[in-house]
């Protein structure tokens, strides 16, 4: 089988969080993907421009309740006019993600498995204080006790977390 000698070009947005409906950010960076998309097309080039939307999350679980939904419900009631935004400004993405895809979550999973054999990534904890509406963590007193400290961000009150996650390993 023969190597294309044709230039590849992969660009995408970043994925939106689906609190709410598209905005003008929103639309502003997936204007400029779009437009360097299209250059590269204009050069003969392979293009794939890919878009979408992260539905997990502390603000979404958080909006979804508010809102007396599920956290999926919630974001699926957006997608439409994400969609329909794109499609009014004549944005030409080659696919739109979810987080909630079951292609993207079975990606995912592969993903970590792979990295959990080859010892890349290792499970761990990290907490401190943090600030959900700015996802911010205030760690020049991760230490400190109650009462807890304002958000150096937007002085609202913080949280104490305790979260298990993966890290990367990056002496590897």
Known sequence: MAQSTTASFYVTTPIYYVTAK??????YSTLLADV????HKLKGEDVC???????????????????????????????PAYKECWEKYS??????????DKAH????SLWI?????TGDIYK???????????????????????????????ARSTTMIQEETYFFRLSK
């Open 22 to 27: 598209p905005h003008l950010g929103s639309l």
């Open 36 to 39: 360097a998309a299209r250059w």
């Open 49 to 79: 421009f890919v878009t979408g939307t992260d539905e997990h999350g502390q603000k979404i679980a958080q909006a979804a309740a508010a809102a007396h939904m599920t956290p999926q419900a919630f974001v699926d009631s957006f997608i």
């Open 91 to 100: 944005i030409e993405y080659t696919h739109f993600i979810r987080t909630t």
């Open 105 to 108: 979550a079975q990606a995912v």
């Open 113 to 117: 498995t792979d990295l959990l054999k």
């Open 124 to 154: 761990g904890y990290y907490h401190g204080w943090y600030c959900t509406p700015c996802e911010t963590f205030v760690i020049e007193v991760v230490d400190q006790q109650e009462p807890a400290p304002l958000c150096t961000s937007c």
